[in-house]
């Protein structure tokens, strides 16, 4: 049996949430990331939707994120506990993409892709609206702002740090008077 990898790029970068072997830096080509999803569950809700991030195709791109290795043992679990988290409203897809690891080896992850044909899919947004969205959205899993602000930090400490994120993260304090 083989281990399982799995990339995270958003939230799983910081709040996994499954057992990992292993924790490897990785780049996805092809994808970029991007507040490019409505949030009506986690971090907005259906009459005020926030915004999460999502692998956003795009020619020439490439994500730089975090690759998991789970042990085969607790594989399906794992799944289980992924599809039910990042499945929830269908917008994402489960992919499976070769990523490059820090150390050079190409591992087949699973991946969680936007859907562009799905309605909560909103790729055109600037960054001054994603910023108005994000500064004003609350949902089941708390306040957006902290998403962006956590995510942005986390990446920014693994030495890949994210100049949208880091504007936006700057804007949306302003807009809430931090």
């Given at each position: ?8 790029y958003?939230?799983?970068?910081w ?14 080509k ?5 507040f ?5 569950h ?8 926030g ?7 795009a ?11 789970i ?10 506990y ?7 409203s269908?917008a ?19 991946v969680?892709v936007?859907?562009?044909?799905h ?6 947004l600037?960054l ?51």
């Amino acid at each position: 049996m083989r281990p399982l990898w799995v990339f995270g790029y958003g939230s799983l970068v910081w709040n996994p949430g499954f057992a990992w072997s292993a924790r490897h830096l990785a780049v996805l080509k092809g994808y970029r990331r991007s507040f490019c999803m409505l949030s009506i569950h986690h971090r907005g809700t259906v009459e005020r939707p926030g915004l999460v991030l999502a692998l956003d195709a795009a020619e020439g791109a490439e994500c730089h994120g975090v690759a998991f290795e789970i042990a085969p043992q607790i594989a399906d679990e794992t799944l289980e506990y992924l599809r039910a988290r990042e499945l929830i409203s269908a917008a994402y897809l489960e992919e499976i993409h070769p990523l490059t690891l820090e150390d050079g080896r190409v591992v087949e992850a699973v991946v969680y892709v936007i859907d562009p044909t799905h309605e909560q899919y909103c790729g055109a947004l600037t960054l001054e609206d994603q910023a108005q969205r994000i500064a004003g959205a609350v949902g089941g899993r708390g306040p957006n702002g902290d998403y962006l602000h956590q995510t942005a930090a986390h990446l920014a400490a693994l030495g890949l740090p994210d100049a949208e994120l880091e504007w936006l993260s700057d804007r949306v304090k302003v807009l809430q008077g931090a």
